[in-house]
C-alpha cells in the first residue's frame, strides 16, 4: 500500500524497513517490522479462528505412501 494515502499509516512514513501491519474489523492488531517471515507466520495463525484451519504439522513420514 501506499503509506502516504492511509492515515493509519503515518507513524511508518520515511523508513525503508518494511512494516506488516495486520488489521481485524478495521482495527490494527499487530504490528511485524523488518523481513520475519515466522513472526508474520505467527501472527496470521494467531488470528485464524481455533478450528478453522489445522495448522499442526504432519508426523515425520505420515502419509508419504499412503499409509497413515
Excluded: C, H, W
Excluded at 7 to 35: C, D, I, M, N
Excluded at 40 to 60: F, H, M, R
Amino acid at each position: 500500500m501506499d503509506a502516504e494515502l492511509a492515515e493509519e499509516t503515518a507513524k511508518y512514513r520515511g523508513t525503508s524497513r518494511p512494516f506488516f501491519l495486520f488489521f481485524k474489523g478495521g482495527e490494527q492488531v499487530e504490528v511485524v517490522e523488518g523481513v520475519n517471515a515466522p513472526a508474520v507466520q505467527k501472527v496470521v495463525a494467531d488470528q485464524i479462528p481455533e478450528g478453522l484451519v489445522d495448522l499442526a504439522e504432519k508426523e515425520e513420514g505420515e502419509g508419504e505412501d499412503g499409509d497413515e
